[in-house]
C-alpha cells in the first residue's frame, strides 16, 4: 500500500519569499512516481512538477523544483519568488510502478494550503 | 483542445435519484480515472479504465457504476444517491501510466 503525508494544514510566505511544502511517502514499490498539483480557489487541479523515482536530478519547472531525498522518503515542493497568485491548496500525490499493477493511479495527500501575503 | 471536460459542473439530487455524469476528453489518451474530493482530505480513487470498454474498481467504488463505451468519454453513474455521496467530483486522463490532466470537477449535492 502506498501513503502520502502532508504534515502542514496551512503555510503563509510572504510576496516574493520562497517557501517549501513538506510531503513524505511510504511504498513498497521499487519504482515509483511523484507529483504535485496545485488547487486554486477555483477548484481546478493543476499538474505543477514531477519527480521519478529513479531520476538523478531533482526536478524543476520555472519556479517550482522538487526536493527529493528518497533515503528519507521525502518529496518537498519548493516554490521560489513566491506570488499572490500562488495561493491555493497543494497536494503531493504518488503513483506506482511504470507497466505495473497499479495502472497509474495515483495516492494523494490531504494537502497543504498556502497563504502568501503581499 | 479543450484537454478534459464534465458534464454537469454542479448537481443537487435528492436521496435515492440517480444521475450520471459525463467526463470527455481529447487528448486520445488511454487512461482515465475518476475520483471524489471530500473537505479535509484528498482525491480518492472511484473507478478507472486502462482503456475503451474495461473498467475497474478503485479505493471507494461502492455507490458508484461506470462505464467506456468510447476512449474520449468515461462515464460515472450514481443508481441510488445517498447523502454521503455529496462530494466533489474529478476526471482525470493520462497517456497510459503518465502524468494525469484533470477536468474542473462536478459539485454533487445529495439532500
Known sequence: AQKITQTQPGMFVQEKEAVTLDCTYDTSDPSYGLFWYKQPSSGEMIFLIYQGSYDQQNATEGRYSLNFQKARKSANLVISASQLGDSAMYFCAMRGSLGGTSYGKLTFGQGTILTVHP | ?111
Request: proline share 5%.
Open chain 2, 1 to 111: 483542445n479543450a484537454g478534459v471536460t464534465q458534464t454537469p459542473k454542479f448537481r443537487v439530487l435528492k436521496t435515492g435519484q440517480s444521475m450520471t455524469l459525463l467526463c470527455a476528453q481529447d487528448m486520445n489518451h488511454e487512461y482515465m480515472y475518476w475520483y471524489r474530493q471530500d473537505p479535509g482530505m484528498g482525491l480518492r480513487l472511484i473507478h478507472y479504465s486502462v482503456g475503451e470498454g474495461t473498467t475497474a474498481k478503485g479505493e471507494v467504488p461502492d455507490g458508484y457504476n461506470v462505464s467506456r463505451l468510447k476512449k474520449q468519454n468515461f462515464l460515472l453513474g450514481l443508481e441510488s444517491a445517498a447523502p454521503s455521496q455529496t462530494s466533489v467530483y474529478f476526471c482525470a486522463s493520462s497517456r497510459y501510466q503518465e502524468t494525469q490532466y484533470f477536468g474542473p470537477g462536478t459539485r454533487l449535492l445529495v439532500l
